[in-house]
């Protein structure tokens, strides 16, 4: 489609948006952009503090401290984006504790995201920084492949690192250890197909790098506190 879109009095940008665009757009207190389009469309603003950025940011060993405003496209194709949004309206939708921790658990991974796959979106400096490290390699690694086996000695080769060096680095960056990082990453997936497909929980489980539904249900029930069916019905599925 084509829209146009503007910050306080001045027009940033008049052409066509792709489905699924992704605009990262910061704010200085009191300003306000707007946005027009000649036909209908679907627009979600997602409005994330700059603190509440770095604070993220921290927890994944990026230095962060806001966006360029020269960081490359205004409006980028983003499918994962374009998903982790659609994926929050529709947990808007839903009520209840279960709903409002499925939304939190997508704003999170949402931030992740942006933090993660924004590099051109840092300070130059920074930049070098992330792309020298090791140990965010092996983080991202298990991002894009959780489905697939990923052993320790796997991700220390990755990071560079004896496998030693690099369960004890690894825990101290991320607070986490590199498997429960696999199981996270594993079950956010299962939580997408949970709400998202009508694969049965033994497909999910398969899909998602667990080896049957057993396996999928115990994971699920430590982290949420009830089964993958439990947690579908929760949100009318």
């Not at 194709?77 to 929050?88: A, C, I, K």
């Not at 498997?179 to 709400?195: E, G, Q, S, T």
């Amino acid at each position: 489609m084509r829209a146009r879109s503007h910050v306080g009095e001045n027009e940033v940008w008049a052409g066509p948006i792709n489905a699924g665009s992704v605009r990262l757009l910061s704010l200085p207190p009191g300003q306000n952009a707007g946005f027009s389009c000649s036909g209908p469309f679907d627009l979600l603003h997602i409005h994330l503090p700059l603190e509440g950025l770095q604070i993220a940011a921290r927890r994944f060993g990026i230095g962060f401290d806001g966006f360029r405003k020269d960081c490359g496209p205004l409006y980028r194709s983003d499918d994962v984006g374009h998903l982790l949004g659609t994926q929050f309206v529709r947990a808007l939708d839903h009520q209840g504790a279960a709903a409002r921790m499925y939304a939190d658990g997508i704003a999170q991974s949402l931030v992740a995201h942006l933090l993660r796959h924004y590099d051109c979106c840092l300070e130059d400096e920074q930049v070098s920084i992330a792309k020298d490290d090791g140990l965010r390699v092996a983080f991202d690694y298990v991002e894009s492949q959780s489905g697939e086996e990923i052993g320790v000695a796997r991700l220390a080769s990755l990071a560079g690192m004896s496998e030693f060096h690099f369960l004890r680095r690894f825990k101290q960056r991320y607070g986490i250890t590199p498997h429960a990082h696999v199981v996270n990453a594993r079950l956010r997936l299962a939580k997408a197909d949970l709400m998202s497909s009508n694969k049965n929980i033994l497909q999910i489980a398969m899909d998602r790098g667990f080896s049957n539904s057993s396996h999928l249900a115990r994971a699920f029930r430590k982290a949420e506190g009830m089964t993958p069916q439990d947690y579908r019905k929760a949100r009318g599925f």
